[in-house]
């Protein structure tokens, strides 16, 4: 199985690195790093996320890293992370969660 993260997850993850930077650089590219980290193990285990608590759809599923969280959606070929952001946010969903 391969992960892709969609343009939207890209920004996302770009937005956040960009304003933790501006205070500590180093802090912004790690947070990052641990963002890709913590998706890689979705290679072996892609169910080993929480399934989103908004949708109840056992194949949108979400990791923790810090105060954030990364959504993604497990498919037969692909795990598409679709956003990333700041966990006390809600959920609305959108049209950018498609698979394949």
């Keep these: 199985m ?3 993260f969609l343009n939207s997850a890209m920004q996302d993850m ?9 205070d500590n650089p180093a802090a912004g590219k790690g947070l990052i790093q641990s963002f890709k980290k913590k ?18 759809d056992s194949n949108l599923r979400e990791l923790i890293v810090s105060n ?3 959504m993604y959606q497990v498919s037969d070929r692909f795990i598409t992370v679709f956003a990333v952001y700041e966990s006390h946010r809600q959920y609305l969903g959108d049209n950018n969660s498609s698979g394949d």
Aim: charged share 25%; proline share 6%.
């Design 68 to 70: 954030y969280r990364i």
């Design 2 to 4: 391969k992960i892709r």
């Design 39 to 56: 998706t890689n193990q979705l290679v072996q285990h892609p169910f080993s996320g929480r399934v989103i608590p908004e949708t109840m």
């Design 14 to 22: 770009q937005e956040i690195k960009d304003y933790i930077a501006r």
